[in-house]
């Protein structure tokens, strides 16, 4: 059974950066894509970041020369660097895992637990 273990949410001022990391275990071969979601209080999930084992990247408008995505296929772990936060970034983050082949980001069938980010001074 595939599990996306998230870990790295927390407060912060604004200004400020964190690192989310996420980890996918459990499926007979590595992810093709993953991705990270964030939704805030009354809003809907939306993409933040994507990408495939390729290094093809996706992101949303709002986070583009804020945030940067990796991958590390050796571990199937994808890390979310955020930098410049702020107080619109506060939200729940999930990630998100592809085991379907694409050569472009696309959002798979597999989500992790979420966590939560803060931007608040």
């Known amino acids: 059974q595939v599990q996306l273990v998230e870990s790295g949410g927390g407060l912060v001022q604004p200004g400020g950066s964190l690192r989310l990391s996420c980890a996918a275990s459990?499926?007979?071969?590595?992810?093709?894509?993953m991705g990270w979601y964030r939704q805030a209080p009354g809003k809907e999930r939306e993409l933040v970041a994507g990408?495939?084992?390729?290094?093809?990247?996706a992101y949303a408008a709002s986070v583009k020369g804020r945030f940067t995505i990796s991958i590390d296929n050796a571990k199937n772990t994808a890390i979310l660097q955020m930098n410049s936060l702020k107080p619109e970034d506060t939200a729940v983050y999930y990630c998100?895992?592809?085991?379907?082949?694409?050569?472009?980001?696309?959002?798979?069938?597999?989500w992790g637990q979420g966590t939560q980010v803060t931007v608040s001074s």
């Open positions: 998100n895992a592809a085991f379907s082949f694409t050569p472009y980001y696309q959002r798979g069938d597999y």
């Open positions: 459990g499926a007979p071969f590595s992810p093709h894509a």
């Open positions: 990408i495939t084992r390729g290094g093809t990247t």
